[in-house]
């Protein structure tokens, strides 16, 4: 990405969202170890590739009208690809049958540093611009409701806890949207934490993606799926 549209947007965010319950100091040293451990992760062709294989196979299975994804920042996996491919085969679909393409994706803009995320429409000829913290962001594009949340992870538990930047960005979106959408935690395997202690408006996700595993939450206990 062009470091002049984001330069460390992340830290921003954070610092300007009034977030406080999520700014203690052992949560800040925890983010920035695991930043500082995504940032140096070796091999990232292959685990994208295999994390790139698993989100497809999740998009497919779980059957979304509309997904909410993010532009990568510091390091996060890039699903643009995936959900590009996701949408072109609904557009190839459409040709065939005749019938208009029922897939949609959506990038999130900061309204507010308060605010719950808006999502606007995204295909790979969206033009974009620069939204808030210096994230590219849909150039006057359509408002959607996603019906599944691709979230980005610092750190992840196998019980769907997230450490995110510190912003409360996507508890407050999350706490916001009725009914709730699927959220999917995308991570690599070294973010992984076997403990956080979740805070009141924590919101477990419903499953954590990694490039080697899918840890999908149930009532009875973690599954872990190595496919």
């Given at each position: 990405m062009n470091s002049s549209i984001a330069r460390d947007p992340a830290q921003s965010a954070a610092q300007t969202s009034g977030n406080e319950a999520d700014a203690t100091p052992a949560k800040a040293r925890l983010r920035k170890a695991l930043l500082e451990a995504r940032s140096t992760l070796e091999g990232r062709a292959a685990r994208d590739a295999a994390l790139a294989l698993r989100l497809a196979d999740e998009l497919a299975r779980r059957a979304p009208r509309c997904v909410g994804f993010y532009w990568p920042i510091q390091g996060e996996f890039d699903a643009r690809a995936v959900v590009a491919d996701w949408l072109a085969q609904a557009d190839a679909d459409a040709v065939t049958t005749g019938r208009p393409a029922a897939r949609q994706a959506a990038l999130p803009v900061v309204t507010a540093p308060a605010a719950p995320l808006v999502f606007h429409r995204w295909t790979p000829?969206?033009?974009?611009?620069?939204?808030?913290?210096?994230?590219?962001?849909?150039?006057?594009?359509?408002?959607?409701?996603?019906?599944?949340?691709?979230?980005?992870?610092?750190?992840?538990?196998?019980?769907?806890?997230?450490?995110?930047?510190?912003?409360?960005?996507?508890?407050?979106?999350?706490?916001?949207?009725?009914?709730?959408?699927?959220?999917?935690?995308?991570?690599?395997?070294?973010?992984?934490?076997?403990?956080?202690?979740?805070?009141?408006?924590?919101?477990?996700?419903?499953?954590?993606?990694?490039?080697?595993?899918?840890?999908?939450?149930?009532?009875?206990?973690?599954?872990?799926?190595?496919?």
């Open positions: 000829d969206t033009p974009m611009m620069e939204g808030r913290y210096r994230i590219p962001v849909p150039r006057e594009t359509e408002v959607l409701v996603p019906d599944l949340l691709l979230v980005p992870c610092v750190g992840f538990t196998r019980d769907g806890l997230r450490l995110g930047y510190g912003g409360g960005f996507y508890d407050r979106t999350l706490h916001s949207m009725a009914p709730a959408p699927q959220t999917l935690g995308i991570a690599y395997d070294v973010l992984e934490i076997e403990h956080l202690s979740a805070e009141a408006h924590d919101l477990a996700l419903d499953a954590i993606v990694t490039e080697s595993a899918t840890f999908a939450r149930h009532p009875a206990g973690v599954c872990r799926n190595p496919r």
